[in-house]
């Protein structure tokens, strides 16, 4: 039972690109969590996410940053135009409200040059 | 506005000894605690939770203390072991049903094991 999979690993982009972060929730967890790590920082919660609805995106910027969970596929945390701000280890998550806490990716860490 | 507070970036111990972590929270609605341990590279990984009903939690090595009037709890590691050595996060939620709620985390606190 593979844990929570998240692609690419590291990802560099160029100021102004397009940076799109993948996440594979746990097999059966349809409950998916996008997280926010500056260095030095802990985890900042952005949005989460339900099969084909977002439930709470009280995190997220509100210009150049989306998510979605489609019906089949992972989900996908979208940053448009970069900035060199964005560099940071996104961690997604998953759970199936079993009241044991999420289950975390490894993380794909951003750095935008 | 820092809700969850870990003034103690980082912690040495010595190996077999207790490992005692600190943190301290402002949000009043929180109820439900967490502790995640993270290496680098990895993600968190879930250590042990307590809800507000309880002061309380035990699992193996691993304890958690809550004191709601002081809006503090503590994680206790004993004994110490050297794969102990990790980033600690102490996170919470206003979700008694925790499954499908937001967590804010703490700034983490390196711990180092000494062998």
Known sequence: ?113 | DQQVKQNSPSLSVQEGRISILNCDYTNSMFDYFLWYKKYPAEGPTFLISISSIKDKNEDGRFTVFLNKSAKHLSLHIVPSQPGDSAVYFCAASEGANFGNEKLTFGTGTRLTIIP
């Open chain 1, 1 to 113: 039972n593979a844990g929570v999979m998240q692609n690419p690993r590291h990802l560099v982009r160029r100021r102004g690109q397009e940076a799109r972060l993948r996440c594979s929730p746990m097999k059966g967890h349809s409950h998916v969590y996008w997280y926010r790590q500056l260095p030095e920082e802990g985890l900042k919660f952005m949005v989460y996410l339900q099969k084909e609805n977002i439930i709470d995106e009280s995190g997220m910027p509100k210009e150049r940053f989306s998510a979605e969970f489609p019906k089949e596929g992972p989900s996908i945390l979208r940053i448009q135009q970069v900035v060199r701000g964005d560099s940071a280890a996104y961690f997604c998550a998953s759970s199936l409200r079993t009241g044991d806490g999420y289950t975390f990716g490894s993380g794909t860490r951003l750095t935008v040059v």
